[in-house]
């Protein structure tokens, strides 16, 4: 075929899938579909000849239940440090980001430098979770995992590793019960709830009233959560499947595409209870990072921790921004040994882009190599 007809032909693919990509949008509008992922994916999976990739590829275990909650083992096929490393995710999202695909996972690069690797998956939310409270959240789910991943890795303590909102969580952890925590990573992390952007303006009490959700829903529906990510960029949501099109002769990028929508797509309720004080607690009253949020009777109290701290910041980042993380250095936390490392991604290119296997993974895990005890001998 020579070059004109073939230009002609890729002119006419194009147009082609955009007015298939225009259709899908318009049914998933008229049946109310927040997110379009379900409607454009076979589109593209055809187009693209791809199929659904491997979501957590990583051979894990199960060693731990509790409710909806599931504590992961990630074991290391070379094990080089007795300090295990324990991820805690958002309650928003699912825990498999930090294990995105073959290549592109956090937890695979960490088990593969010698790490024991565990991971707290919060699962899908329902009745019982409802009341539960971050006293329970805490000194309950929380606690009970640090202490399963001690009593598995053979180890006293851990490297708690939290991840957006969950590394408000491992913060305020680490605040209440100190005991066995070596070394605290917090990545993408909110810490002052009045630098948030649009999500601290929306949240305010003029504005949002959360008892009236909680009350009425108990837990939090996932249309509603996914509605605010919708909001906060409109456009961007749909015209990025527009620019797909672009990219429709790239295998390798329209599969990471697809998975990463996937990931996004697969919200879950937040527990009623624990929503309810962190939207009061925190975006409207900014309690955190003044030291006056109270968790079951007792003040989280950031300078109360010792242990080294690791502060994570994706410099592009609109769900977490800079400023909301920044002060965690130098002006909460009591330890001495406290670093802030920035990147030049956004909130979930720490764990899934292409950028971060080798400009910044390899340097998280040097700060906790360096601060993790060694195995005996190897394992």
């Known amino acids: 075929m020579n070059r004109p007809a073939q ?4 002119i006419r693919s194009f147009v082609s899938s955009q007015v298939d990509v225009s259709r899908s949008l318009a049914q998933a509008l008229q049946d109310r579909s927040i997110n379009p992922y379900p409607y ?3 589109l593209f999976e055809k187009a693209a000849g791809v199929r659904e990739p491997p979501i957590s590829p990583t051979p894990h275990s199960v060693v731990y239940t509790r409710g909806s909650m599931r504590l992961l083992r990630y074991a290391s096929p070379r094990r080089r440090y007795r300090t295990p490393i324990l991820f805690v995710y958002s309650l928003i999202n699912r825990w498999y980001i930090l294990d995105f695909l073959p290549g592109r996972s956090l937890i695979e690069y960490l088990t593969r430098q010698g790490h024991d690797v565990y991971a707290i998956d919060w699962g899908i939310a329902g009745q019982d979770e409802q009341n539960l409270t971050w006293s329970g959240l805490l000194g309950g789910h929380i606690r009970t995992a640090v202490r399963w991943t001690q009593r598995v890795s053979g180890s006293d303590d851990v490297t708690l590793y939290g991840y957006c909102m969950g590394g ?12 066995g925590v070596r070394n605290l990573v917090v990545q993408a992390t909110p810490v002052d709830f009045s630098k948030g952007g649009i999500y601290s303006l929306w ?3 003029q504005h949002f009233d959360v008892d009236s959700l909680v009350d009425a829903y108990g837990n939090v529906p996932t249309y509603v959560l996914e509605s605010g990510f919708f909001m906060a960029g409109p456009v961007q949501r749909i015209t990025k499947w527009l620019d797909l099109c672009r990219q429709i002769d790239d295998p390798a990028f329209v599969t990471t595409f697809l998975a990463l929508e996937r990931w996004g797509a697969d919200a879950v309720p937040f527990p009623g209870e624990v929503y309810r004080q962190y939207m009061r607690d925190c975006y409207q009253q ?3 990072c003044q030291n006056r949020m109270e968790v079951g009777g007792e003040r989280v109290d950031l300078s109360r921790i010792h242990c080294a701290v690791l502060n994570i910041i994706a410099e592009q980042d609109n769900i977490a921004p800079p400023a909301m993380s920044e002060p965690l250095q130098g002006l909460l936390v009591g330890t001495k040994d406290c670093q802030t490392m920035h990147f030049p991604v956004g909130h979930i290119g720490l764990s899934a882009s292409s950028k971060s296997p080798v400009k910044v ?6 700060w906790m190599s360096q601060r993790s005890r060694p195995m005996e001998g190897g394992e």
Do not use: C, V
Not at 7 to 10: D, N, V
Not at 168 to 179: D, F, G, I, K, V
Not at 361 to 366: E, K, M, S, T, V
């Open 203 to 205: 949240t305010q009490p």
């Open 286 to 288: 900014n309690l955190f």
């Open 361 to 366: 993974w390899p340097r998280i895990d040097g």
């Open 168 to 179: 408000t969580m491992a913060l305020a952890y680490t605040s209440l019960h100190p005991e």
């Open 7 to 10: 230009a002609f032909q890729r």
């Open 40 to 42: 454009l994916k076979p």
